[in-house]
């Protein structure tokens, strides 16, 4: 699933960056230009206060986040 995704106010280029929820991959698109998120569940857009509940959620260590002695 590729697309070239564009901003919807401004139309500059589109970061995106993908995180794995324990409900599967949560994408947030950020504009290059006017700094404007969006994210993407795996059927449809989502919030970001939805993001940061089901990352509370997850039990997985995420890719980014500072190792945990176990
Ligand atoms: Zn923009």
């Known amino acids: 699933m590729s697309r070239a995704a564009k901003c919807q106010k401004c139309g500059g280029a ?3 960056i ?5 409900s599967g991959d949560r994408t947030m698109y950020s504009c290059s230009k006017c700094d404007n998120r969006t994210w ?4 449809g857009p989502t919030q970001l206060a939805d993001v940061l509940g089901e990352l509370a959620a997850t039990k997985v260590p995420r890719r980014n986040g500072r190792a945990k002695a176990e």
Do not use: F, I
Not at 40 to 43: M, Q
């Open 18 to 22: 993908s995180l794995r929820v324990t």
């Open 14 to 16: 589109l970061v995106s």
């Open 40 to 43: 993407d569940a795996d059927g």
